[in-house]
Structure formats: C-alpha cells, structure tokens
C-alpha cells in the first residue's frame, strides 16, 4: 500500500490475505478499478465499504467512465475520517490514474499531481498516455470544480507525511 494523501492510497489488488494489513493501515473502504470482481468484503470487522467500477488497462478512460469512477471515489472518500484503497491488479496504472485524475478534479496541477504519486508509489504511472489524454483532464477539471469543490474533507488532497 502507497499513501499517497491523508486519505487516498494505492496499491496491488486486495485479496483477503492483504485485508488485516490495509485494516493495520487505516484503510476504511476499498475501490476497485481492476476487471475483477472483489475478494474483501465491507462488514463490521472489515472495512465500511467495498466498491467497484472496472477500468479496462490500457484503453482511454471516457468521459463517463471517469465521472461514474470519480464520483464514487469521492463519495467513499468524503465520509468522515475515510482512507481509501484505490486498486487495480498489479497497482501501476489503472488505479494511481484514478488517483491522479481524482486529484485534477479537486484542482491540483496535472503534473503536480502526477510528482506526488510517482514520489509515494515508485512503479506508478499516474496519466497512462493509453488511459489519459489532454481533452480527459479538461473534462474532469470542469467535473471536479462543478461537484466535488469546494471539498467537504479538505485532508482527502493533503499530501501523506
């Protein structure tokens, strides 16, 4: 697990063997962008939720997908004292993708957004070139500053340490 803000991390799919260690972690909800079903599980001894959207590795993110992947991010993420596992399989693309274009959409600068991830998640590649272009991060800037802004939980975006 990468934190990579006080409340967003990423990481390699979370498989029940990995599940005490993200509980150890803080991790309160669970959001899965890879093509595979779950295998935690929200509950009282877990986490409080465990959502999926599927995200195909190496194709453009639409518009639509990325509004329906970042509004359910943001949802998990503006609970009170939420900490959010964003995943795909292996942790390098899909997800801190999604971080990153979450990140955009709460106002950071593309590439600010993409040095925090690099700089806390070593194998990321935030803004995949096959999964971003420039006409996706306009669309979730104007996303992100029509719904999400200004943010309930202003630490969702803080930088971890």
């Not at 979370?14 to 079903?37: I, M, Q, W, Y």
């Not at 971003?132 to 979730?140: E, K, R, T, W």
Request: charged residues 25%.
């Amino acid at each position: 697990m990468y934190r990579i803000t006080q409340a967003l991390s990423v990481g390699r799919f979370a498989t029940p063997e990995k599940a005490a260690e993200l509980r150890a972690g803080g991790v309160t909800h669970v959001l899965n962008v890879s093509d595979f079903p779950s295998e935690v599980a929200a509950g009282p001894d877990s986490f409080r939720e465990v959502a999926w959207v599927p995200v195909r590795d190496l194709r453009r993110v639409s518009e639509g997908l990325a509004d329906r992947v970042l509004d359910t991010l943001h949802r998990l993420a503006a609970e009170p004292d939420a900490h959010v596992y964003v995943h795909c399989v292996a942790g390098q693309r899909r997800a801190p993708t999604v971080v990153w274009l979450y990140l955009i959409a709460c106002g950071y600068p593309p590439d600010f957004a993409r040095d925090l991830i690099e700089a806390r998640s070593p194998d990321a590649a935030p803004g995949h070139g096959r999964l971003s272009d420039p006409d996706l991060i306009l669309h979730v800037q104007k996303h992100g500053l029509t719904h999400y802004l200004p943010l309930r939980r202003g630490e969702v975006i803080v930088p971890f340490g």
